[in-house]
C-alpha cells in the first residue's frame, strides 16, 4: 500500500462500524483523547521505513489484544504489510484466518486486500475485474485513495510504468495538503521512474510546462549528470517547473543524496573486523578465492577507511556455516560478506529472523527472506534472464521462443525469462532444448515457430555452434538475445565472429571496463592467468560486496538511489535483494559492441578511487577451520 499512513487504522474502523468504544484503552485515560496514544503506531513507523516484516507482526501482536472488528483491522493491516514484502505465502495463511462473517464493516478493506494479493500473483484479469466492480462513490475517501493506487500498480505489474506514473499523479489533487501522504506517493512514482533504463525514458515525448514531463526530465536527469554538477543541473530543471510536485521532496532527496553521508562513511571507518564465509573446499573453490582477490584489493585500496580492517576468511559448507558465524560474532567480527554458495546462506536465513551484525551474502534465496540484517547480492542469471526480457520487449518484440540446454539450471533461468515476459505482455511461441546430437534440428524448429525473438541460453561453445544454423534456416534477421553466459568476457575476435548479431546484458567490468577496473584486471590475470576467463566476473563481484559497505545504508533507505558499480548499477529491493542493471552489447565482426552510449553517473557516486597504478600484495589473512 503506497500510502502507509494516511489515517489510524483506529480511525479508519471507526469510520467503517460507527463504534463509539475502543477496547485496547484501559484505565483511567480511556475517556480522555488528549492521553490516547495510538497502539498501531510503532506498526505504521516500521512499515513506513520499509520494515515490512516486524510491521505485521506488530499489527499481529495488536490484534490479538483487540476486540472483535478492531481485530480484524489490524490482520488485514499484517496481510498488507506481507505482500508488501512479497511474502505472499505468509500473508495468505494470516488472511485465511480473519473471520469476517459478522460483517464488521471491513469488506471494502478486505476486498482492497484480496485485489493487492492477486496482482501480487499476477492475476491481473481477476484484480481488475474486482476493481472494476466497487462503487467509488460508496467508499470513504482514504479507500477511494487507495483504490487509485492499486490501479496504478495493477499498471505497472503489467508493464506500463508509464500509465501507472500518470495515476500516481493524479493521486495527488485526491491526496489533497497531507504532506506525508504526498511524500509516499512521490517516492513510490520516483522509484519506478528511477528503474527504468535511459533509452526507455529519452523515447518519451514531452511537453514543456507538463506535470509528466517534468517527472521524466528530472529521471532522465538523474541517470546522465554527474553528482559534481547536479546542483546546477536541479537549478536549471526547477526554472524550467518551478511549480512541479517533486520540488516539494524528491528534490531536496535527490540533492542530499550527492552529498557526503557522515553517517554511513563514519561507519564504514570504524569496521575493523570483516569475515569472509566461503567454499574454500568445494567445486566453488576458483569462484570463492576469486571473489576473496577482489574483496581484498578493494579494502587495500580503500581511501575510505581510518585504518585497514582485519580479514577473517572462513572455510564454510551448509554443514559448518551456522556455527562459524556464531563463532565470528563472538570474535568481535562486524561486518560478514558472504557465504557464497545458495544452500550455505539459505541454512544462515532460516536460523533467525534477524542476524546480528550487517551480512551480505554472495548468493539470492529462492525464497523471500525475513530475516533482518541479511542483503542478497550475487551474480544471479535468472535476474539476468529478467533483463533479457525487459531489454527484448523494450526493442519491440512481442513473440518469443526459448532455445536452451537441458537441465535444472537451464530451466529456472528459463522460466525467470517467462515470467517477466508474460508480465511485460509477450507471447511464447515454442521451447526447444539442444545438445550435441540436434543442434541443427533444434534452430530450425525455433526458426520455424514464428517468433520474432528468439531466448538462447548457451556457453560460448555451444553458442558459437548454434549461430551458424540459422541463415541456413532462413533465420539470418530472427533477433537472438541471452544472458552474459553467451561471453567468456575475453575478447576472442576469431572465435566470436560465430555470434554475429547476438545481442547480450553483461556487468560494466566486462564491457566498459574504466581505467581504474582495467589496472586491477591486469593485475589479476597476471597473478592467476589460468582462472582469468572462469572467474573474471567474480572479481567484480568482491569489489562491489566491499563498495556496498560505503554506500549501503542510503541504499536501502532510499529505495530508488543506485550506485555505479562494477557489476552493474546497484539498488536494494524490498527484502534486501540487491538488483543490478546491466549494460547491452551486440557481437559485431567478432567484437561486442555497447548498443547505447552509457555514461550512467547515479545519485550515488562511485565509490572507486581515481586511476592509479595499483598492486596487490600477499594478502595476510587467517583461515578459520
Not at 523471500?368 to 535476474?383: H, I, M, R, V
Request: charged content about 20%; glycine content about 4%.
Amino acid at each position: 500500500m503506497l500510502l502507509r499512513s494516511l489515517l489510524t487504522l483506529i480511525l479508519l474502523i471507526i469510520s467503517l462500524t460507527s463504534c463509539t468504544n475502543i477496547p485496547w484503552i484501559e484505565g483511567d485515560d480511556a475517556n480522555n483523547p488528549a492521553t490516547y496514544e495510538d497502539p498501531a503506531k510503532l506498526a505504521k513507523q516500521l512499515e513506513s521505513e520499509g520494515r515490512y516484516v516486524e510491521s505485521s507482526k506488530e499489527y499481529q501482536r495488536i490484534a490479538t489484544r483487540s476486540g472483535p472488528g478492531t481485530r480484524q483491522g489490524y490482520q488485514l493491516a499484517a496481510v498488507r504489510t506481507l505482500l508488501k514484502a512479497d511474502m505472499i505465502d505468509a500473508a495468505k495463511a494470516e488472511l485465511a484466518t480473519i473471520q469476517l462473517q459478522n460483517n464488521y464493516g471491513l469488506n471494502n478493506l478486505a476486498e482492497l486486500v484480496q485485489i493487492r494479493l492477486a496482482i501480487a500473483e499476477q492475476r491481473f484479469d481477476e484484480a481488475l475485474v474486482h476493481l472494476n466492480a466497487m462503487n467509488m462513490n460508496q467508499l470513504p475517501k482514504n479507500l477511494q485513495i487507495e483504490h487509485n493506487q492499486l490501479q496504478a500498480n495493477l499498471l505497472e505489474a503489467q508493464g506500463d510504468v508509464f500509465g501507472a506514473v500518470k495515476k500516481w499523479i493524479s493521486l495527488d489533487n485526491a491526496i489533497g495538503t497531507d504532506a506525508l501522504a504526498l511524500r509516499e506517493n512521490h517516492e513510490i512514482l520516483w522509484h519506478s521512474l528511477s528503474l527504468l533504463e535511459y533509452n526507455q525514458l529519452r523515447q518519451v515525448q514531452q511537453t514543456p510546462g507538463d506535470v509528466f514531463s517534468g517527472w521524466v526530465s528530472l529521471a532522465v536527469l538523474s541517470k546522465t549528470i554527474h553528482p559534481s554538477y547536479i546542483a546546477q543541473s536541479i537549478a536549471d530543471w526547477q526554472a524550467r517547473y518551478p511549480n512541479h510536485p517533486a520540488n516539494k521532496d524528491i528534490v531536496q532527496t535527490i540533492m542530499r543524496a550527492t552529498q557526503t553521508n557522515s553517517t554511513t562513511a563514519g561507519a564504514i571507518k570504524s569496521i575493523q573486523k570483516i569475515a569472509l564465509l566461503l567454499p574454500l573446499d568445494s567445486k566453488f573453490q576458483a569462484h570463492a578465492e576469486a571473489t576473496q582477490n577482489g574483496i581484498s584489493a578493494a579494502i587495500y585500496d580503500d581511501k575510505q577507511a581510518a585504518q585497514m580492517p582485519e580479514i577473517i576468511v572462513s572455510n564454510v559448507d551448509p554443514s559448518n556455516v551456522a556455527n562459524i558465524y556464531k563463532e565470528m560474532v563472538t570474535q568481535g567480527i562486524q561486518v560478514v560478506i558472504g557465504p557464497l554458495d545458495k544452500e550455505s546462506l539459505a541454512v544462515l536465513a532460516q536460523a533467525t529472523n534477524q542476524l546480528p551484525v550487517l551480512t551480505i551474502g554472495l548468493n539470492y534465496l529462492d525464497t523471500n527472506s525475513n530475516t533482518n540484517n541479511l542483503f542478497q547480492f550475487g551474480l544471479s542469471p535468472e535476474q539476468e534472464a529478467q533483463a533479457v526480457a525487459r531489454r527484448a520487449w523494450q526493442d519491440g518484440h512481442r513473440v518469443a521462443s526459448a532455445l536452451i540446454p537441458p537441465g535444472n539450471w537451464s530451466n529456472r533461468v528459463l522460466t525467470a525469462f517467462q515470467q517477466e515476459w508474460s508480465k511485460q505482455g509477450g507471447q511464447f511461441a515454442t521451447l526447444q532444448q539442444y545438445d550435441n546430437s540436434n543442434l541443427s534440428q533444434s534452430v530450425k524448429n525455433v526458426v520455424s515457430s514464428k517468433a520474432d525473438m528468439v531466448f538462447m541460453l548457451a556457453f560460448p561453445r555451444e553458442a558459437r555452434q548454434l549461430r551458424p544454423f540459422f541463415p541456413y534456416y532462413d533465420g539470418e534477421n530472427i533477433a537472438i538475445y541471452s544472458t552474459s553466459h553467451i561471453y567468456s568476457g575475453v575478447v576472442d575476435q576469431r572465435m566470436d565472429r560465430d555470434l554475429e548479431g547476438i545481442i547480450f546484458g553483461d556487468m560494466p567490468w566486462i564491457l566498459s571496463p574504466d581505467q581504474k577496473a582495467k589496472e586491477w584486471q591486469a593485475t589479476f590475470e597476471k597473478s592467476w592467468p589460468d582462472d582469468m576467463e572462469q572467474v573474471k566476473r567474480l572479481y567484480a563481484l568482491g569489489i562491489d560486496a566491499y563498495h556496498l559497505l560505503h554506500e549501503l545504508k542510503k541504499l536501502n533507505q532510499h529505495s530508488f538511489l543506485k550506485m555505479n558499480g562494477y557489476t552493474g548499477l546497484l539498488s536494494v529491493e524490498n527484502g534486501g535483494v540487491i538488483t543490478r542493471q546491466l549494460l547491452w552489447a551486440r557481437f559485431i565482426d567478432g567484437l561486442p559492441q555497447l548498443l547505447e552510449k552509457q555514461t550512467v553517473n547515479t545519485i550515488v557516486t562511485q565509490p572507486v578511487s581515481a586511476p592509479v597504478p595499483i598492486t596487490i600484495p600477499a594478502i595476510p589473512v587467517p583461515v578459520a577451520q
